[in-house]
């Protein structure tokens, strides 16, 4: 193994979006040829899953890519959220929500489902067009798994 | 005017939420009284909206309120998140969830919609219940009108 | 001198704003009884600036102050800003701005007036109603004297 | 594709602004080649906004730009404010003036408009040079769309 | 409903803990009287915990607690974690192990189990004395279900 | 001694991961091969600790790896924290463990001990995979000793 | 001793510079009456500094302070520079002129003196009062004494 | 138990330290009558260690303090470093002699004693007072136990 | 115009100083050569300020700079003020200061001047070695022009 | 001058550390050879002090160095301690030290030598090794001037 620098997750999302762009590729049709779920697919491909095998293969068929582009797809990522991001306005709307909403939802989960959380793990994510007379909806549903808190141990 | 302190609204929100509990009072049973949807009442009695005069006056006849809390109702909030609120587990699972697909949902917004965001003004939230073999599930609907960049002027 | 709390203008400020909605006054009307500019009104009475003494005795008059809130009033202030209301949306929003072209507005300033700034010291500011098709429009008119670098020093 | 690092559009900028200062070219000439508005255009050719193709090709022309660059200047930006940049002088005054006056921009605004914000997106920003006895002033105009707080969802 | 002060539950667990201590009472004895793993009797009785009505009944019968102190056990925590806490010397020690030994941890369950986290909702931890030559050891065990990243959705 | 860059441990540490996983070894394996427990195989082989001679020489006898790595794996390491790794799920559950049970953790070490810490520094780390019937569970031992606040100086 | 609250040294300061206020005197007037440098004065009477018993009785005796206010001015202070106060204007133009020219101070106190640093212990600073054809000054001196890095141990 | 509010340590500290000046004991007389090293004694009564009822005893026989502010002195502390502190000059010039020579020391101590550190648990401080030509000097003596990092675990 | 990286005005700094030790030449030798007032030619070499093309011309001659070295001299800065540095005891030395005499120094400007601050723009700065029997000491004096806060607009 | 790079002197640390390692020098060795202290030795080399040429030369002769890694050596330092460092575990116990017992420190500094601080400039640190029956131990010796209060001012 050479010392080499090892090309990071989040280097090749940027080597894969530009790719994708360059051959005109949207990301909902390179969620349909890759089968798998738009928003995971984005996710996925710019570093914040592993990518299996098979799909990376996918990927890189599509897509061209080096192969320590397809490496670093099928790397277990270090999920962390870079703080910088999170001022993006786009981005930034979602955490404005949290902040104004986070107890409010608290509340109501707590009321509906009892002491727990919503998982962030068993979870998923769909981003729709709604419409409106004063202008088209972002919709966005967010699916997770109600967890309890629960005080259970191992059995042996 | 006395120069008395002047009672907060996020404490007028420990009050009512108090009031709430002794009188064995849900949440969504209140938001139906009020009229109001459940997201918006919880967000508003806590102190993140200002209660209409009308909206207030059902409160305080549910709940029999002193005349500060009342006054705190329908004052402007100061929408301020407070940060150690976002370490709670129920909360902090949103925050988590925008930190890894975040990007994702500003590529996809993107790709459908244009350049822009979707408002987290024109905005309403919802949380229902959903089911699945593997244990019920929490659903999360925000519905945001897309607001394009758009580099406008008044007309004059 | 007892040694009893002495009051804060900010604290100072919430009770001049809650005199203010009971009695049905507007911080525009307000502003004119004062005869001062509408934002320097509100920033003032707020705690943001040390108000005359002339002054403060007109705003005393019309909401029946205390002393003590009128010794805050005309106190100097110490203008810090508190982080948490920078989240409050419609304050973050220009923050916001300014994060997305404060580099631009820097870089035209530059071109236009050369090296230096624009005074946030003798400086005002204007909330104006615009119109336009898609809906009214605020307009905030900031107009600070430009300040070049300059390496003066004291003549003697 | 190769694995090559992909040029970010805050280093396309950099460059860019070197092209324009070696070639004699004023931000606002630039800004009349490509028939943009001024704040737009730096901001844009500094990397906050994706620039549209026709446009981004009337910059290359002008400046005689590499085609990284022009990738970088057409690619969707994430509108990441560096704190750094916030304490240079000159924009940090744009701060401490919403420090100062942001709690009264607010209260003017809710007054004037009801609850919510001015668009941070919907908006246009504009520098000009005012005259004042005691030197001139630089004017910073925003107009932004008032967006009121909606509780709307889509319909269907 | 009257306006004063609601007694927090970080509060409330600073007077069961003084309360404690004037009884002479252990919280290993008090985990046995209210039959209650002792981790989750101490975390919640500190105010980590919503604590059900029956266990609260027999934590007063022990204590001889005001209502106020009853009310704020049994109310839904925010569950924040206070940054000035975790550099006390005895918690800061688990932190350092996380920053030195998490990467290594984050490496061995996602190669035990696959992608995915281990629970800190549905999970118990137990505290034990080990034995060793060299002095006694405190065994701390953490056991929480492995849930796999899964993008499932609500069936409707 | 050429002024070259010095390879740091971290990025020796990807290298090492890379080398891992293109020979299909896993972490237990390779700490089975290198005869150390597997915790600390992977934290000291990720740059946390320093790599006996001997040792790391079995390391590079398995992987193959250039002098350089070898040099950064022998190297005794600054065991920096860095904050954004902690934000990774798998990762965060730990801290968010201690935020939630961090004082309940403290109260009992104190009453079965004494003022004092588990030792971070004489400790050991296993993972290990638990059953139940609602599926399977990751445990976590943290094994270190206690130390008690002790006031002794050297003796001379 | 009663275990009453012990009145803090800013909180001291604030009453005392209200007595000020009230009696018409100038910190000026203060500094002379008390014998002491003016910036000196203010910076001990807002609790930077401990005062000397016999000039905490001159100023009691001036401004007729209460028992508490005077055990609070004698008290030994903890420097604790609060953060907010810095983005106060008037205070935060000095920070920013470090922030410009802290490099360039620093180059030249090395060039000058060698390699140590300026005393802020043995230090005094003056406000004064220049003029200018452009209008007029403030000139702060800060005067402190050379401390070269000297590697000296206590001899024995 | 009634729920007046707990007196908390550091505001015991502050009783403790006003009666101290009140009765013109200095730290090293009161070290001497409850027979504890000085460091250690003012440590513990500013409320950073728990002390021995008999200790606990002494103390209050010397300063005639009140009910809670013994319980508060024999509470086990939450250690936790108030930032605003580390700004004082007196304690940040011990902060600046880390971040300067921290890595000297690290690497001193591992050279000499191996991979480990200095206990901060067992570990005990003296200042005294050396003399030089120059002026007197502060002496602080950091005498902790070396502590190798050790992978042992709990025998059974 | 190539795509290859800008030199930034920092690094050019760092160059200008190496150049600057290699020649012998001191920071106000190089002064009295451009013929600027010291603390602004070291602060405007290291990247601080705009250097003018002739001043510019000059610093070339006397170093033998590159032609990147000298764009990046003329370009217009971002006086980003890198929080690092602010440790440097050298410089923290004034943070501190301002930390305990900036309140001091804000009370006195407004005795003396009114209210408003004294400008970091309109502002030289010298520094001399001033005597004493205790020890040479430096002396820095920061002479800004005093600009009052002042409600002007653009008149037109 | 070319505008290559300018090696740093942290980097050059690091080579000059990687140097020493393979010729099996000890620092303690090191500073013998260049007859200077071993705590000031490690930290000059490692960046934190500007190396004397004559000393440089030295070092040179011994470990064999490049020009830049000399000229990196011999140049003035930016001691900026980065943030980072502070959470190795064996840097940490030194602040968390000052944060427990710094109070302490200052309180009796106060007591023996008047209102100043301990020089960090004026000081020296050595490291030694002490015996104890349960174990040997870390002594870190501080030993600083003390420096009063003292509002001095040049004469002239």
Same mark, same amino acid.
């Not at 949290?98 to 986070?102: A, E, K, P």
């Given at each position: 193994?050479? !010392?080499?620098?090892?090309?990071?997750?989040?280097?090749?999302g940027?080597? #894969?979006d530009?790719?994708r762009?360059?051959r005109?590729? *949207?990301?909902d049709?390179?969620?349909?040829?890759?089968?798998?779920p738009p928003?995971?697919t984005?996710?996925a491909?710019?570093?914040m899953?592993p990518?299996?095998?098979?799909?990376?293969?996918?990927?890189?068929?599509?897509?061209?890519?080096?192969?320590?582009v397809?490496?670093?797809?099928?790397r277990?990522?270090v999920?962390?959220?870079t *703080?910088?991001?999170? *001022?993006?306005?786009?981005?930034?709307?979602?955490?404005e929500l #949290?902040?104004?909403?986070?107890p409010?939802?608290?509340?109501?989960?707590?009321?509906?489902?009892?002491?727990g #959380?919503? !998982?962030?793990i068993?979870?998923s994510i769909s981003?729709?067009r709604?419409?409106?007379?004063?202008g088209?909806?972002?919709?966005?549903? #967010?699916?997770?798994?109600?967890?309890?808190?629960a005080?259970?141990?191992?059995e042996?």
């Open positions: 193994m050479s !010392s080499s620098a090892v090309l990071g997750k989040q280097e090749a940027l080597i #894969i530009e790719a762009r360059e005109g590729l *949207t990301w049709r390179l969620a349909e040829i890759i089968e798998q928003v995971w984005v996710a491909l710019l570093g899953h990518v299996p095998e098979p799909v990376a293969g996918l990927v890189r068929a599509e897509l061209g890519l080096d192969d320590d397809v490496k670093a797809l099928t277990q990522p999920r962390a959220a *703080t910088d991001i999170s *001022t993006d306005p786009t981005i930034y709307r979602f955490h #949290i902040g104004v909403y986070g409010a939802l608290k509340a109501l989960i707590h009321e509906e489902f009892g002491d #959380i919503m !998982s962030a068993n979870c981003v729709d709604g419409t409106h007379p004063d088209d909806r972002v919709k966005v549903t #967010i699916d997770g798994k109600f967890l309890p808190y005080w259970n141990a191992s042996d």
